[in-house]
């Protein structure tokens, strides 16, 4: 279905089984419930237009999510969840995170190389698993892996830099694979239910004030650093209980 013309947007229900939904010009996407997609594309590949969800309604792509060359999707507080595998995030336009939140909830899943403000690898069916770019992870927030689901996140593979502006949290289905050659940068706090694999690496802790708490859970560190003039809090249990 393309809609050459105008916004794809409404209150009722939307379930595309099959196919692709594409969007060419500036338009809302969206209302108040979830919509499921199997490939959605914004954009006509030319034209400079802009996609604002209407809402915070989590939309589920399928298969893959395309911004086209030349279009923007405005992310503001919308919730997304892409359940693909192989590269479900295809950027060629740009993406502005804002204060929206993106799972990867597919088995077999490479995470875009772009800034994300809320970033999770999670699933409600079956199991999860993502594996980080190569050149570097961004997350300006929150990043969680293993919340609801079995769930893995792969830095080891590629090996990139994993900055996370706010906190990390591996729920008890979680697992976080770090990187054996590059660190973590956590401006946050740490919250393990589930597994850490150090691999080596180091996680560097920094935090110009405030507080923060690092529950390692079960999982050791290989190295930590402490930066900044924050108070760090060290908790020897479960962050949860």
């Not at 479900?88 to 088995?107: A, M, Q, R």
């Not at 409600?124 to 893995?152: D, E, I, M, W």
């Not at 401006?187 to 110009?208: K, P």
């Not at 999982?219 to 930590?224: E, K, L, M, N, R």
Request: proline share 2%.
């Amino acid at each position: 279905m393309t809609i050459e013309n105008g916004s794809f947007a409404g209150n009722g229900l939307v379930d595309m089984t099959g196919g692709t939904v594409v969007i060419e010009q500036t338009n809302t996407l969206g209302g108040v419930q979830p919509w499921l997609f199997n490939n959605l594309t914004l954009g006509d590949g030319s034209s400079a237009r802009i996609t604002t969800p209407s809402g915070t309604a989590t939309t589920t792509v399928r298969g893959v999510l395309t911004i086209a060359a030349g279009h923007f999707l405005d992310a503001g507080s919308s919730h997304w969840t892409l359940s693909g595998t192989g590269n479900p995030f295809i950027e060629t336009g740009t993406f502005l995170e804002d204060t929206s939140s993106f799972t990867y909830s597919g088995n077999g899943a490479n995470i875009r190389r772009t800034a994300y403000y809320n970033l999770a690898v999670d699933t409600t069916t079956g199991t999860a698993y993502a594996t980080a770019p190569t050149t570097g992870l961004q997350v300006l927030n929150n990043l969680a892996v293993g919340k609801n689901g079995t769930s893995t996140l792969n830095v080891n593979t590629n090996d990139p830099l994993l900055a996370v502006g706010g906190d990390v949290y591996i729920g008890n289905l979680g697992t976080l694979l770090a990187s054996d050659t590059n660190l973590i940068e956590v401006y946050g706090g740490w919250n393990n239910d589930g597994v850490f694999t150090a691999n080596g690496s180091l996680v560097e802790f920094y935090q110009v004030s405030g507080s923060s708490t690092i529950a390692a859970g079960n999982s050791s560190f290989a190295d930590v650093s402490f930066l900044g003039n924050a108070d760090f809090t060290i908790r020897t249990c479960y962050g949860n209980r």
